[in-house]
């Protein structure tokens, strides 16, 4: 048990729709990062927020966003959803102050699949 | 540019060590870490090296880092069942910057 909670655990869009994925983290938990993670590869970063702003993000489309509140949850919102955007959608928050990826909890993700 | 692979799969027998190998291309990586990600789950880091040192050694993990051939490996002793899942190594340039991650070895261990 990591403290991280995802919803919904799964889901289904059709291609052209928006989806909004959520992340409960622990109190205290000032930065989270989001990661997608496509069927038989690794993880890749999306982007990270600290204190509500975005600070860092991968190579993803403009049609990625994200928000961060200051229940110290989180969501990750994709427009205009593809299929390639089929994936397991992580995400990992760490205490404020300590490292963001050594010291990350990890949710269970949630898999979003678009047809 | 930055690329981290992994062999797809290995098996081995319950008891024996496991052997999972990482090579990465970006030589200003710093940290190197191994994650395990079972069914349904997360990712759970394992350990991490930095790039100044050559091994650590956590209870039955055994990681060592050929920096200038740009290889990890993660030893696992005395494999157990409890075990088989997949492996990612990763890498980052600092402790701010994003993972690199690689594609990930399933690991499956039998009686």
């Known amino acids: 048990e990591t403290g991280v909670t995802q919803s919904p655990t799964h889901l289904i869009k059709t291609r052209g729709q928006q989806v909004t994925l959520r992340c409960s983290s622990q109190?205290?938990?000032?930065?989270v990062s989001w990661y997608q993670q496509a069927l038989g590869q690794g993880p890749q970063f999306i982007f990270q927020?600290?204190?509500?702003?975005?600070?860092g993000r991968g190579n993803f489309p403009p049609r990625f966003s994200g928000l961060q509140f200051p229940n110290y949850s989180s969501e990750l919102n994709v427009n205009a959803l593809e299929l390639d955007d089929s994936a397991l959608y992580l995400c990992?928050?760490?205490?404020?102050?300590?490292?963001?990826?050594?010291?990350?909890?990890f949710g269970q993700g949630t898999r979003l699949t678009v047809v | 540019g930055e690329d981290v692979e992994q062999s797809l799969f290995l098996s081995v027998r319950e008891g024996d060590s496991s052997v999972i190998n990482c090579t990465y291309t970006?030589?200003?990586?710093?940290?190197l870490y191994w994650y395990k990600q079972e069914p349904g789950a997360g990712l759970q880091l394992l350990t991490y090296?930095?790039?100044?040192?050559d091994m650590k050694q956590d209870q039955r993990l055994t990681v060592l880092l050929n920096k200038k051939d740009k290889h990890l490996s993660l030893r696992i002793a005395d494999t157990q069942t409890g075990d088989s899942a997949i492996y990612f190594c990763?890498?980052?340039?600092?402790?701010?910057?994003?993972?690199?991650f690689g594609t990930g070895t399933r690991l499956q261990v039998f009686p």
């Open positions: 990992a928050s760490s205490l404020e102050g300590r490292n963001p990826f050594t010291e990350a909890f």
């Open positions: 109190s205290g938990h000032n930065t």
């Open positions: 927020y600290y204190r509500e702003e975005e600070n």
């Open positions: 970006d030589s200003s990586s710093t940290y």
């Open positions: 090296i930095f790039s100044n040192m």
């Open positions: 990763a890498e980052s340039r600092s402790n701010t910057d994003k993972l690199i």
